[in-house]
């Protein structure tokens, strides 16, 4: 089998860390060799954040090759535009429909794209668009979208809704567990 190349973006607080840590272990569990990685240092000054999460039968190295991610769940619009340049002609973007502005558009000194879905259509990527924040919402937490973009991700991937749901509630607080499944089941319908 040949390596699966997921990429994980968006702005510190959205819970990055965390989805890549259950994507990963999920994989894992479901027999893949996996290697991750993360950037989080501007994770507190709410500045940009990503994960990588790379499986197969056998994985030599947790750096994806630019230009061969396959799927990016974007949890923030704008750094999904902004790291395309990782993904593969045709692959999937889950595009969360959050917008965060960044210091320089706020200060007003660049601004912030409003046709994101658009350009990415048009570089033949197939965009997903989500609104996980509404997801959480109707979940019973709103801090719970991480978990809804990983069900949508997880309608893409080859692992048991068993495995995920496992995986989810060994790695969120267990007063959550409940709003977090309700997440997740809800984004995979």
Do not use: C
């Amino acid at each position: 089998m040949d390596i699966t190349n997921i990429l994980i973006t968006g702005v510190g607080g959205q819970g990055l860390v965390v989805a890549t840590k259950i994507l990963a272990e999920t994989a894992f569990r479901e027999g893949y060799d996996v290697k991750t990685s993360d950037v989080i240092g501007l994770s507190q000054r709410g500045g940009m954040v990503w994960g990588s999460v790379r499986f197969g039968k056998k994985v030599y190295s947790a750096s994806m090759p630019k230009g061969q991610g396959d799927i990016m769940v974007a949890m923030e619009r704008l750094e999904g535009l902004r790291w395309v340049k990782e993904m593969k002609e045709n692959a999937k973007i889950i595009m969360n429909n959050e917008t965060t502005y960044p210091n320089r558009v706020l200060i007003e000194k660049e601004e912030y794209p409003e046709d994101i879905e658009e350009v990415l259509k048009n570089k033949s990527f197939e965009v997903i668009p989500v609104d996980a924040k509404e997801l959480a919402r109707k979940s019973g937490n709103i801090k719970t979208a991480n978990i809804a973009l990983l069900g949508v991700l997880s309608k893409y991937l080859p692992f048991k809704e068993e495995s995920w749901v496992q995986v989810i509630k060994e790695n969120v607080p267990k007063s959550t567990i409940e709003v977090n499944i309700t997440a997740f089941d809800a984004a995979r319908k």
